[in-house]
């Protein structure tokens, strides 16, 4: 056992532990522009931060009348997403050092993600988090994606730890509301500031207002510290 007692960590990846929501951007955008010639803007792309890339897909494919096929849709994204992604991503500084420092102390992490495995897997082994990440979830690979629990009940599950011993880090409401459905805490760091007074981020053990740009790693281990469950 950890210094943390039984506590595990399960992580978001994108917008939580990587900074890919501006590769997610262009791929999407490059898609849209080749299927319907729709203009893509950032500010449509906030309305799908925490969202899986399937229920967004198949989304667009109803909205815009896309012949392709979700499964052809997501293949097409992600193509475009990992030439991106393996180009360069970037870590948020605080979240490495976190991982590090969990690594180190011994507290179960894992990933879940509402990306492909196969992009979890270039991102992880691109940034150099697959060092001490090494399990890992993605929604594809579950019945239902955020806001529904799955993937992380799946993520609890591959590390033997009770829902209500994991410590949920994410940015966006939908999974914010998944970690609630779970039956575990969450550390909430929005992505999009102006989403930080989301009905659920409310009841988050620590909300960082200001996302990235606010968060430290100190703040959070005192907040898993305090989350050791009582045996």
Same mark, same amino acid.
């Given at each position: 056992?950890? /210094?943390?007692g039984r506590? /595990?960590?399960?992580?978001?990846?994108?917008g939580t532990l990587v900074?890919?929501?501006?590769n997610y951007?262009e791929a999407?955008?490059?898609?849209?522009?080749?299927?319907? +010639? $729709?203009?893509y803007t950032?500010a449509d792309n906030e309305?799908?931060v +925490? &969202?899986?890339?399937?229920e967004?897909?198949?989304?667009?494919r109803t909205e815009?009348g896309?012949?392709?096929?979700? *499964?052809?849709?997501i293949?097409?994204?992600?193509?475009?997403?990992l030439?991106? @992604?393996? @180009?360069g991503t970037h870590?948020? !500084?605080?979240?490495? +050092?976190?991982v590090?420092?969990l690594?180190? *102390?011994g507290?179960?992490m894992? =990933? *879940?993600s509402? /990306?492909s495995?196969?992009a &979890?897997e270039? &991102?992880l @082994?691109?940034t150099?988090?697959?060092a001490?990440?090494?399990t890992?979830v993605?929604?594809e690979?579950v019945? $239902?994606?955020? !806001?529904? !629990?799955? =993937?992380?009940?799946a993520a609890a599950a591959?590390?033997?730890?009770?829902?209500?011993d %994991?410590?949920?880090?994410e940015?966006a409401a939908p999974?914010?509301?998944a970690?609630?459905a779970a +039956?575990?805490? %969450?550390v *909430? &760091?929005?992505y999009?500031a102006?989403?930080?007074?989301?009905?659920?981020f409310?009841?988050?053990?620590l909300l =960082?207002r200001?996302?990235q740009s606010?968060?430290?790693?100190?703040? @959070?281990l005192?907040?898993?510290? /305090?989350?050791k469950? !009582?045996r």
């Open positions: 056992m950890s /210094s943390f506590t /595990s960590v399960i992580f978001d990846l994108d900074d890919s929501e501006p951007y999407s955008r490059a898609l849209l522009a080749e299927f319907t +010639g $729709r203009e950032w309305r799908y +925490g &969202i899986s890339s399937h967004t897909l198949a989304q667009w815009y896309i012949d392709a096929s979700v *499964a052809e849709l293949a097409d994204l992600d193509r475009r997403y030439e991106l @992604a393996r @180009a870590v948020f !500084p605080e979240m490495r +050092g976190l590090e420092r690594h180190e *102390a507290v179960p894992a =990933v *879940a509402g /990306s495995r196969a &979890i270039a &991102i @082994a691109g150099g988090l697959d001490q990440l090494t890992f993605s929604a690979e019945p $239902r994606g955020k !806001p529904a !629990p799955d =993937v992380f009940l591959l590390l033997g730890a009770e829902p209500a %994991c410590v949920v880090f940015d999974g914010a509301m970690a609630r +039956g575990m805490r %969450c *909430a &760091i929005p999009v102006a989403h930080a007074d989301d009905q659920a409310a009841e988050a053990e =960082v200001g996302g606010e968060f430290t790693a100190q703040a @959070a005192n907040v898993l510290a /305090s989350a469950a !009582p």
